[in-house]
């Protein structure tokens, strides 16, 4: 076969699919290759007919159809069978060829799999991802990352496919071997906080204040042209308005078992190991378990009681708090990310620009929103801001919503309406500020029943004592 194509994809799910038609619409000639070769056939007589892209039944094939340096895109699902790819086309590329691994793998497999690639003489990427479908077809975020020799053979292809947002492709060089991998966990751990924060005002609208969907699509709606002007708020004003074939809402008629695929869970893992608060997004996390626990819910309905979930406070001024504690929450979530991602930069010698990811996550992706913009300004303006909530116009955008969170905490929390993600953010937020708290007392106690020591504020910090409390 002639070497004519930029670039190959191995795997055609439907992200795969999007991402090969979306290079072919910017000039990019791909071929690509399936396990079930099949699939192949059918993309290529189906919708990649009167294309470019090229069609290949085996990973040979696909190796003598792309020019040099080859260039690889796995899109395949994360785990072993990236593994096994690699290993499969270690023996067909040669010196200085690239793999690219588009799909949502764990960070430190990423790592592991850089290291070894390079061993053999060959270059490795670890990109996210975000956009989902329609992101993958027309413009998703790119956050790639691995050999820094490789960047310049891929990039006029990633910005090219990538959204763009202010004439800025939402796609640059993040770093090496697996912060790419790790930016995108990130990016999807705030994602499950940024969707528990609109559930949980969708559960204080309509169980607290008995609203009608229509009028929580307008609130929605109204709340995305400002400061929460977001993708998620569009789509979730959207889901407000869908009726089912019987014209009632469709959202009650979808059963309360949130899903998830792993990405949330890594963060809070990753928040624990490196001993960062990323509170928000591991009460996200256990909300979806809590969820999932569906069964037990219900039996437990029956013998549990509380107070009736209504609030009987002034529907708008319920509405303006309710506004107030969300952007308040949604700050904190934002400030804990990325305090994670410098905790990562730091463990792993990753020189991430926190304002171009603020830039890469302005378009293409899940979280995208007129926040993220600003985010990006603070970031720029302060590259060695190690928290947003210290920064100007995040302190002074949290202390106008203040009162407004403290009240809606106050209401849901009356009424049994649980608020994990707003409650955590601002117990997260009161303890932030706080020059002295409550853990002078836990050290006492460690010393007491452990002889672990403690420091003293009369000493220099450094000199440990033990006291014999018996």
């Given at each position: 076969?002639?070497a004519q194509a930029d670039i190959g994809v191995v795997g055609l799910a439907v992200m795969g699919r999007n991402l090969v038609l979306n ?47 080859r260039r690889v895109l796995l899109m395949v699902k994360a785990g072993p ?390």
């Open positions: 076969m002639t290079m072919d619409d910017h000039g990019v000639v791909v071929s690509v290759f399936n396990r079930t070769t099949s699939k192949v056939d059918e993309f290529i007589a189906g919708e990649a007919a009167g294309t470019a892209i090229i069609g290949t039944h085996s990973l040979p094939e696909l190796v003598a159809s792309l020019q040099t340096p069978a990236v593994d096994a790819l690699i290993e499969t086309l270690l023996d067909l590329l040669d010196p200085e060829d690239i793999i690219i691994d588009g799909g949502n793998s764990l960070y430190t497999d990423t790592i592991r799999r850089a290291a070894h690639v390079e061993a053999a003489g060959m270059a490795y990427i670890g990109t996210g991802i975000s956009g989902g479908e329609e992101g993958a077809r027309y413009g998703p975020s790119i956050m790639p990352a691995g050999t820094a020799a490789a960047w310049p053979h891929v990039q006029s292809i990633f910005q090219g496919i990538a959204a763009v947002v202010d004439d800025v492709p939402c796609c640059d060089w993040i770093g090496a071997d697996g912060a790419g991998h790790y930016v995108k966990t990130v990016h999807n751990g705030i994602e499950y906080g940024d969707m528990q924060v609109l559930a949980e005002a969708y559960d204080v609208m309509h169980r607290g204040l008995g609203l009608d969907h229509k009028r929580m699509g307008e609130v929605f709606a109204s709340w995305d042209e400002g400061p929460l002007d977001s993708y998620l708020v569009e789509i979730t004003a959207d889901v407000m308005n869908k009726s089912d074939e019987d014209g009632s809402p469709l959202l009650e008629k979808i059963l309360d078992r949130a899903g998830q695929k792993g990405t949330g869970k890594w963060t809070v893992i990753s928040s624990m190991e490196l001993g960062q608060p990323t509170t928000l997004v591991a009460e996200a996390v256990y909300a979806r378990v809590l969820s999932s626990m569906l069964d037990e819910r219900v039996a437990a309905s029956a013998v549990l009681e509380g107070p009736p979930p209504t609030i009987t406070d002034p529907v708008e001024e319920v509405l303006a708090d309710l506004h107030d504690a969300m952007y308040a929450s949604k700050i904190v979530s934002y400030a804990q990310g990325f305090m994670l991602l410098g905790a990562a930069a730091a463990e792993h010698d990753w020189d991430i620009d926190f304002a171009s990811v603020s830039s890469m996550w302005r378009g293409g992706c899940i979280i995208r929103s007129r926040f993220l913009g600003e985010l990006m300004d603070v970031f720029a303006a302060d590259r060695e801001l190690t928290s947003i909530l210290r920064s100007d116009f995040f302190s002074s955008a949290v202390d106008q919503a203040q009162a407004g969170w403290r009240r809606t905490i106050a209401r849901a929390t009356a009424a049994g309406i649980p608020i994990p993600a707003y409650s955590s953010a601002l117990s997260f937020f009161d303890g932030y500020r706080s020059s002295r708290g409550s853990a002078n007392l836990i050290q006492a106690q460690r010393d007491y029943f452990g002889a672990h020591t403690y420091e003293r504020v009369d000493r220099p910090r450094g000199e440990f004592f033990h006291t014999d409390w018996v």
